[in-house]
Every structure is written in C-alpha cells, then in structure tokens.
T-cell receptor, first 113, second 113 residues
Framework: DAGVIQSPRHEVTEMGQEVTLRCKPI?????LFWYRQTMMRGLELLIY????????DSGMPEDRFSAKMPNASFSTLKIQPSEPRDSAVYFC???????????FGEGSRLTVL | AQSVTQPDIHITVSEGASLELRCNYS??????LFWYVQSPGQGLQLLLK??????LVQGIKGFEAEFKRSQSSFNLRKPSVHWSDAAEYFC???????????FGTGTSLTVIP
C-alpha cells in the first residue's frame, strides 16, 4: 500500500491567499484525521472524519479553516484567508478504526508570509 | 480529563548506551497505548502499540515498551542506541470514549558518537 499521501509537501503563500491541502488516506481506512504541528503547541487535532462524515471539528481554530471529505479516498483542508500564524506542518492520518493506530502522511509544510 | 505526559523534553545519550523514554497517562480505564517516532521533515511512524495481553511489547527498530498499570506508565526502551535513532518520540493514548487520541508533547533524542 502506498500509505497516506499528502500534497503539496511544501507551500509558501502570502497572507490573505487561499490554501488547500490534500490528503489521500489508505484504502479501507474508515477514519481520517487532520493534525497541525508547531513548535509552540505541538500536535493539535483539528478535525476527524468517520466514513466521510465530520465527527469532531472542535479543534478547528476558526472559521477560516474548513475541511471536507467528498469520498473515501480524498480529503481537503482549506484555509481562507491565510495568516502568518497558520504557518505549521499539517498532517493527515488515517486509521482502520479507533482507537487503533494512526497512519500518518509525510505532512504539508505551510509558510504564510 | 485524559492526558499524556512525557516529562523529558530532551535527552542526550551516547551511541551504544541504553535508552528509556518516559510516558505517563491519565485515563480511567485501560487505554490503547502507542509510541511514534518522527525524523526531521518526516511524518510520524508507529514504533509499537499495546492493546491488551502481555505488558511488554516489542516494536520495530529494536524498541520495546512496558505497560505498568499501577504506575500509569508506558516507557519506551532500547538496549543499545544507534545514531540513526536521533529523532522526536511521541507517546500517544487512544480511548474508546469519543474515539480520541491524545499525544504527549514529545521527547527529542540526541545521540552523540
């Protein structure tokens, strides 16, 4: 299996621009998670889906952040408009069930200037 | 509330020396326990997991961990550290209630020749 695939790996954008991060989970995994990692706050859970349905989005920082999962093999995390404080590494992870182990992608490093 | 504590922010060991990374959790029932490793610029990779049964679990790369219910601990050990083990290590707890994962703040390992 190819593992969890994230794109882009690196994104540099200017404040105010829209950013879209993409994730393809491992086939057959029913759960998908979006995490954000920063030096100051460590790993933060933003949102997770079960069978394409958002279950808990309490970690989403504010309305500028949105996440969708239109089908079992694709999810997006969108930031609009982006701000410098959104600079972080965003990880997608999938799981065959919870609380089974999470399988992480390589991450998308976002820099907002 | 559930929590995971990794009391050591940073540890330095000599190559060939033994290693123990500490992890304590707070949870009312027996949790699902995990150790992940993150190399620079990479995603998190699962080292080992404990769900039930034998409290000493073996993982990849020569790591092992022991679940001690009385101490609410799940410490990671390796008898002889290699330079390639230098990375960030995260302890995580999975709980059935709310299907949540909780990550510790991580321990950064430096290996000196």
């Amino acid at each position: 299996d190819a593992g969890v695939i994230q794109s882009p790996r690196h994104e540099v954008t200017e404040m105010g621009q829209e950013v879209t991060l993409r994730c393809k989970p491992i086939s057959g995994h029913d759960y998908l998670f979006w995490y954000r990692q920063t030096m100051m706050r460590g790993l933060e859970l933003l949102i997770y889906f079960n069978n394409n349905v958002p279950i808990d989005d309490s970690g989403m920082p504010e309305d500028r952040f949105s996440a969708k999962m239109p089908n079992a093999s694709f999810s997006t995390l969108k930031i609009q408009p982006s701000e410098p404080r959104d600079s972080a590494v965003y990880f997608c992870a999938s799981s065959p069930g919870t609380p089974r182990e999470l399988f992480f992608g390589e991450g998308s490093r976002l820099t907002v200037l | 509330a559930q929590s995971v504590t990794q009391p050591d922010i940073h540890i330095t060991v000599s190559e060939g020396a033994s290693l123990e990374l500490r992890c304590n959790y707070s949870y009312g029932a027996t949790p699902y326990l995990f150790w992940y490793v993150q190399s620079p610029g990479q995603g998190l990779q699962l080292l080992l997991k404990y769900f039930s049964g034998d409290t000493l679990v073996q993982g990849i790369k020569g790591f092992e961990a022991e679940f001690k219910r009385s101490q609410s601990s799940f410490n990671l050990r390796k008898p002889s550290v290699h330079w390639s083990d230098a990375a960030e290590y995260f302890c995580a707890v999975g709980v059935l209630t709310g299907n949540q994962f909780y990550f510790g703040t991580g321990t950064s390992l430096t290996v000196i020749p």
